[in-house]
């Protein structure tokens, strides 16, 4: 079993900036791969960036590529998500995702087995 702690949500203006954290525990040696994903009222939940464990790999939603930036700290069992360039539109809540398997590609939530509780990421005009 992973367990995943986020943190590092909050309000803030648009143009300005958030970095958030999320901490694996538990199994993190079986890792193969951490992403964010997000879900905003009345809409689906979905990508938002991905890194693979062992190579650093990134991927992107093109929706924040160039704005977001997503990394990681193999030691520390850490991925975070430099937020910056904030939008209103990336108001939602974030969640931070782990994959012991590679069945699925890195944007489809399916291929995550653990979850966080989610963080609020609110972005004013």
């Known amino acids: 079993q992973v367990q995943l702690v986020e943190s590092g949500g909050g309000l803030v203006q648009a143009g300005g900036s958030l970095r958030l954290s999320c901490a694996a525990s538990?199994?993190?040696?079986?890792?193969?791969?951490m992403g964010w994903f997000r879900q905003a009222p009345g809409k689906e939940r979905e990508f938002v960036a991905a890194?693979?464990?062992?190579?650093?790999?990134?991927y992107y939603a093109e929706s924040v590529k160039g704005r977001f930036t997503i990394s990681r700290d193999s030691a520390e069992n850490t991925v975070y998500l430099q937020m910056n360039s904030l939008k209103p539109e990336d108001t939602a809540v974030y969640y931070c995702?782990?994959?012991?398997?590679?069945?699925?590609?890195?944007?489809?939530?399916?291929?995550?087995?653990?979850w966080g509780q989610g963080t609020q990421v609110t972005v004013s005009s």
């Open positions: 995702a782990a994959d012991d398997s590679g069945s699925y590609p890195y944007t489809d939530q399916k291929k995550y087995r653990y």
């Open positions: 538990g199994r993190t040696f079986s890792l193969y791969a």
């Open positions: 890194i693979s464990w062992s190579g650093g790999n990134t």
